[in-house]
């Protein structure tokens, strides 16, 4: 290999001796860089990755590619020098490798020149080095692919100038072939057979940062059939002049024989992908160890189908391939009880109305538009797992991620694909065995402790649910098969001790029946599994039926797999704030949700978690209703504050009681009066009018607004699942969340949101910004400055603010009988006739797996604070609906579906920065390539006058 060692040097040497080579590589670097931030616009993408460079690097190397190759053989042709290169005692097969090498080192040096890009971004932002590495893989290969089809080309000519352009020619084709400009013409079966040869569709597969063994052997195949080609022209040109032989035939089969091979391969690897390695930072395109254990619970066949039409939008036919590789995987995994299959229903009018009657599928019309035409196509982009009985639906709009660009143009990508498809699984799993025997999944052993007074002293109407009560324990302690027991005692049987154990340990207290009977009474009832104890709520409609769903309710919350109920209260439909439809819509994705406003004073008894998000006045059975709730071992999430933002015409902002603050303080927590400022933010759009001429033109502007914090990295805690994973939240019109000293050993608090060091609390609430006035931040920034508390999680045991107090249910009922208003009186009649009595008693303390979150902020995850940050940020911005489902997850104990979700390609976005610092980083990339191009010049000139040096004394010595 010394030959080729001198060979690639010599080529290297040629280059770099005349200043064409500091012209080509000065072209590529200020192009690359143009891209990169003009038109592919970096800063407004707003995205800390590298996609924009990697993005038009297989069009540019293709030119590159062409320019470097063209006189690589034609020049000797035409000068007459290859019958002595032939003739040489230089085995011919090291002259094309040294020559094709030579020209893979100059892309290699070329593509070194732009790696201050990737680490400008990396400043930048959270940058994943792996679809990076993946990228300066993907392009290498693609480069060497090029070069080896442009020292073909170049040998089959004598004229560089025609070398060039065949060289483009066919690198082109390749590039094309696979392009979503020539699939789109054609349905996914042969669309995908042109990916597989086309070589930009394999590049986009390796920058993603997974390094397949197919793409890369593809690159491979490619620069071994051309080095072959060239090898065997080379051969030919040797030949000229002499009549055919078998040797000649000889190298025509070898050469059919090698290219064939080449081709095949190809071929046969693509039924292999299991030979790949995902080097992204989360390994997010690698199905995870979450996605593997809940398919390792099913016990029937899961079907996965995949509804896709031939011709769909251009922006999501590139998205077929990959989410059919993705459920492949999917299939791989769960062997024989997942299968997985592709249709499309417009070639089976059967298929297309099954798809409708049973899993309510419907093409929808895309718009599609070009310069040339425009029209509507109606298409199928869904995916259905169903299993059992039930079934989920997730069509595009779960399954991508659409992004608007420079110039209109949107940039679409895959949505974490893997969570949505795990977490319908789990869905429809969990469904499954929702009616069902709750013991099937249960580990371990649950026990029933009921703590009820002699029948004697129970209401009639209670005395007879007893019965009902032992009836139905019967029939879960036959259906449990031994793990499930039951325990019933008085306790006033004892002298009162084991009531005061109660009292001490669960805050149990003995039960009123309401209006008039003041006799106290127990029907109180536990369950506890593994050291985890949690109280079975007693039904508002007292019979067996209710009884029953309140048993299995809580005998679900101690075991795994369930879908869980989750009870939302948000502001009345007249109330004067904002909606909360997109969180409605994100819980329903993986949960069971029921609104409920509070008002019977009782949370649902099915509910596993109760977030009340921007209460108002809430009344004290309303604050009784979560007070016990979370005395019960519950979970409660809570954003609220002090100020309740309006848009309107403007902005508007109110003083704004949410009738929790008291119970807040009894729990050690509290939200500031003030609202906190950050010069640290996202931005905020603001309609803008220019003139371009005469012509007036609407644009939004996203100027910075301190009232919205970008809290990122330690800002979010890295010690809760909850947030750890988010990578960046933003926070809208937030208040300071203050915590008060409690007793350390009965409670963990966790603070998960904070603010930068350099915020400050407004002392007058005014959220319109003044930039005339106080330009820097458009608001006066207050002294003093210090990181803020915004949100914060607490675990352990509390204390109910009714203890020693009545239930506010009996005074409600009370005074609903002390007055004289003919309706209440009614509904009291009725309910004495009924025998419905209002049974009630305070709960004093929780158990230790009680949970409290708190954030400090009335439009956290409200539709208003979502669109406008997504306004601000140039995408659909849903970081604070990650929040709310990673906190369920926390809640539930639920990690494995939060472990995915973190996997997003979405989730990391440029710190904030003024427009004067984009364009000083812009700036600063452009002297920087300069630098570098000046310094390679330098050392190439240096070493090639070294060389020629050392040739002179070798002749001045010979």
């Keep these: 290999m010394g030959h080729t060692a001198r060979i690639v040097r010599k080529e290297f040497a040629e280059f770099f001796a005349s200043p064409a080579a500091l012209l080509f590589l000065g072209a590529f670097l200020v192009i690359a860089l143009f891209l990169f931030f003009w038109v592919e616009t970096f800063f407004a993408r707003n995205i800390a990755d590298a996609r924009a460079l990697f993005k038009w690097l297989p069009v540019l190397l293709i030119f590159l590619a062409a320019t470097l190759t063209m006189r690589t053989w034609s020049e000797e042709r035409r000068a007459g020098t290859i019958e002595t290169l032939l003739t040489s005692p230089v085995p011919r097969v090291q002259l094309v490798l040294g020559k094709f090498l030579a020209g893979v080192a100059l892309v290699a040096l070329a593509l070194v020149l732009t790696f201050p890009l990737p680490v400008t971004v990396a400043l930048l932002g959270p940058l994943d080095w792996g679809p990076v590495i993946g990228g300066y893989v993907a392009a290498l290969f693609l480069a060497a692919a090029y070069i080896a089809i442009g020292v073909y080309m170049s040998g089959r000519t004598d004229n560089p100038i025609v070398a060039w352009i065949l060289t483009t020619m066919v690198c082109s084709v390749f590039y094309l072939?696979?392009?979503?400009?020539?699939?789109?013409?054609?349905?996914?079966?042969?669309?995908?057979?042109?990916?597989?040869?086309?070589?930009?569709?394999?590049?986009?597969?390796?920058?993603?940062?997974?390094?397949?063994?197919?793409?890369?052997?593809?690159?491979?195949?490619?620069?071994?059939?051309?080095?072959?080609?060239?090898?065997?022209?080379?051969?030919?040109?040797?030949?000229?002049?002499?009549?055919?032989?078998?040797?000649?035939?000889?190298?025509?089969?070898?050469?059919?024989?090698?290219?064939a091979n080449f081709i095949a391969a190809n071929f046969w690897l693509q039924s292999i992908s299991s030979v790949r390695l995902d080097i992204t930072r989360d390994q997010m395109y690698s199905l995870s160890e979450a996605t593997d254990r809940y398919l390792g619970q099913l016990?029937?066949?899961?079907?996965?189908?995949?509804?896709?039409?031939a011709k769909t939008h251009p922006l999501l036919a590139p998205m077929v391939p990959a989410i059919?590789?993705?459920?492949?995987?999917?299939?791989?995994?769960?062997?024989?009880?997942?299968?997985?299959?592709?249709?499309?229903?417009?070639?089976?009018?059967?298929?297309?109305?099954?798809?409708?009657?049973?899993?309510?599928?419907?093409?929808?019309?895309?718009?599609?538009?070009?310069?040339?035409q425009s029209g509507v196509v109606n298409s199928y982009f869904h995916v259905v797992?169903?299993?059992?009985?039930?079934?989920?639906?997730?069509?595009?709009?779960?399954?991508?991620?659409?992004?608007?660009?420079?110039?209109?143009?949107?940039?679409?990508?895959?949505?974490?694909?893997?969570?949505?498809?795990?977490?319908?699984?789990?869905?429809?799993?969990?469904?499954?065995?929702?009616?069902?025997?709750?013991?099937?999944?249960?580990?371990?052993?649950?026990?029933?402790?009921?703590?009820?007074?002699?029948?004697?002293?129970?209401?009639?109407?209670?005395?007879?649910?007893?019965?009902?009560?032992?009836?139905?324990?019967?029939?879960?302690?036959?259906?449990?098969?031994?793990?499930?027991?039951?325990?019933?005692?008085d306790p006033d049987s004892n002298g009162g001790a084991l009531a005061k154990k109660l009292t001490e340990r669960y805050g149990l207290r003995p039960q009123l029946s309401g209006l008039s009977d003041q006799q106290r009474f127990w029907f109180s009832?536990?369950?506890?599994?593994?050291?985890?104890?949690?109280?079975?709520?007693?039904?508002?409609?007292?019979?067996?039926?209710?009884?029953?769903?309140?048993?299995?309710?809580?005998?679900?919350?101690?075991?795994?797999?369930?879908?869980?109920?989750?009870?939302?209260?948000?502001?009345?439909?007249?109330?004067?704030?904002?909606?909360?439809?997109?969180?409605?819509?994100?819980?329903?994705?993986?949960?069971?949700?029921?609104?409920?406003?509070?008002?019977?004073?009782?949370v649902p008894e099915d509910v596993d978690l109760l977030m009340v998000v921007a209460p108002g006045n809430l009344n004290a059975k309303q604050v009784f209703a979560i007070d016990q709730f979370l005395m019960q071992g519950g979970t409660v999430f809570v954003a609220t504050s002090n100020n309740m933002v309006?848009?309107?015409?403007?902005?508007?902002?109110?003083?704004?009681?949410?009738?929790?603050?008291?119970?807040?303080?009894?729990?050690?927590?509290?939200?500031?009066?003030?609202?906190?400022?950050?010069?640290?933010?996202?931005?905020?759009?603001?309609?803008?009018?220019?003139?371009?001429?005469?012509?007036?033109?609407?644009?939004?502007?996203?100027?910075?607004?301190?009232?919205?914090?970008?809290?990122?990295?330690?800002?979010?805690?890295?010690?809760?699942?909850?947030?750890?994973?988010?990578?960046?939240?933003?926070?809208?019109?937030?208040?300071?969340?203050?915590?008060?000293?409690?007793?350390?050993?009965?409670?963990?608090?966790?603070?998960?949101?904070?603010?930068?060091?350099n915020s400050w609390v407004a002392d007058n609430i005014g959220i319109v910004p003044d930039y005339k006035r106080f330009p820097e931040a458009g608001f006066p920034i207050n002294e003093p400055r210090g990181a803020q508390v915004l949100g914060v999680a607490v675990q352990g045991v509390f204390a109910s603010f009714f203890k020693d107090k009545e239930s506010p249910l009996i005074q409600s009922a009370n005074e609903n009988k002390s007055s004289g208003d003919e309706q209440a009186s009614t509904q009291t009649n009725a309910v004495a006739e009924n025998k419905k009595p209002m049974i009630t008693s305070v709960i004093e303390h929780s158990p230790a797996s009680a949970r409290l979150v708190l954030i400090g902020s009335n439009t956290f995850a409200s539709d208003m604070a979502l669109t406008l940050t997504s306004e601000g940020m140039g995408t659909m911005y849903t970081k604070p609906l990650e929040f709310m489902q990673n906190m369920i997850d926390w809640s539930l104990e639920d990690a494995g579906l939060l472990s995915i979700r973190g996997r997003t390609q979405f989730s990391r976005t440029l710190r904030p920065m003024t427009p004067k610092a984009q364009v000083t980083w812009e700036y600063a990339n452009y002297v920087i390539a300069i630098v570098?191009?000046?310094?390679?010049?330098?050392?190439?000139?240096?070493?090639?006058?070294?060389?020629?040096?050392?040739?002179?004394?070798?002749?001045?010595?010979?």
Aim: aromatic residues 8%; glycine residues 8%.
């Design 646 to 757: 309006q848009i309107g015409a403007d902005l508007q902002v109110q003083p704004h009681r949410s009738g929790l603050e008291e119970w807040l303080a009894y729990q050690g927590l509290s939200v500031d009066e003030g609202m906190v400022l950050d010069p640290i933010n996202t931005a905020f759009p603001v309609p803008v009018q220019r003139y371009i001429g005469t012509v007036p033109v609407q644009e939004i502007r996203r100027l910075p607004y301190p009232h919205f914090p970008d809290l990122r990295d330690e800002q979010l805690s890295q010690d809760s699942i909850i947030t750890a994973g988010l990578k960046q939240l933003t926070m809208n019109w937030a208040s300071a969340v203050t915590m008060k000293e409690t007793d350390a050993s009965s409670r963990e608090t966790t603070v998960l949101l904070q603010s930068s060091e």
């Design 385 to 489: 797992v169903a299993y059992g009985d039930q079934s989920e639906t997730l069509s595009f709009r779960n399954l991508i991620d659409v992004k608007g660009g420079s110039n209109g143009e949107l940039d679409v990508v895959l949505k974490d694909p893997e969570y949505a498809i795990t977490s319908a699984i789990k869905k429809v799993l969990t469904s499954y065995r929702a009616g069902g025997n709750p013991f099937d999944t249960l580990t371990g052993d649950i026990q029933f402790k009921g703590y009820l007074s002699a029948a004697d002293r129970l209401p009639p109407e209670l005395a007879s649910l007893r019965g009902d009560l032992e009836a139905v324990l019967g029939e879960l302690e036959k259906e449990s098969g031994g793990r499930f027991s039951v325990s019933i005692v």
């Design 324 to 372: 059919r590789d993705l459920l492949e995987e999917y299939a791989q995994i769960g062997g024989r009880n997942v299968h997985v299959e592709f249709i499309d229903p417009h070639e089976n009018q059967a298929l297309e109305e099954e798809a409708a009657s049973k899993y309510d599928i419907r093409p929808v019309p895309f718009q599609m538009a070009s310069r040339y």
């Design 177 to 259: 072939l696979g392009s979503p400009t020539i699939t789109a013409f054609f349905g996914h079966e042969i669309g995908g057979w042109l990916m597989l040869i086309g070589s930009g569709a394999r590049f986009e597969s390796v920058t993603r940062g997974v390094l397949d063994l197919r793409d890369l052997y593809f690159y491979c195949a490619i620069i071994g059939m051309f080095l072959t080609l060239n090898l065997f022209s080379l051969e030919r040109v040797a030949w000229a002049g002499n009549p055919l032989s078998r040797r000649h035939a000889h190298w025509w089969l070898v050469v059919g024989l090698v290219v």
């Design 932 to 958: 570098l191009l000046l310094f390679v010049w330098i050392w190439r000139r240096q070493v090639n006058r070294a060389a020629l040096g050392r040739f002179k004394q070798l002749l001045n010595n010979g």
């Design 525 to 602: 009832m536990l369950m506890e599994r593994g050291g985890e104890a949690i109280q079975v709520p007693l039904p508002e409609d007292l019979g067996r039926e209710s009884i029953k769903r309140s048993l299995v309710g809580s005998l679900k919350r101690l075991v795994p797999g369930f879908l869980k109920t989750i009870a939302l209260v948000t502001p009345p439909a007249g109330a004067r704030a904002d909606p909360y439809q997109y969180l409605g819509n994100a819980l329903m994705e993986n949960n069971r949700m029921t609104n409920t406003d509070l008002a019977t004073g009782r």
């Design 299 to 309: 016990e029937e066949p899961l079907l996965i189908r995949g509804y896709f039409s």
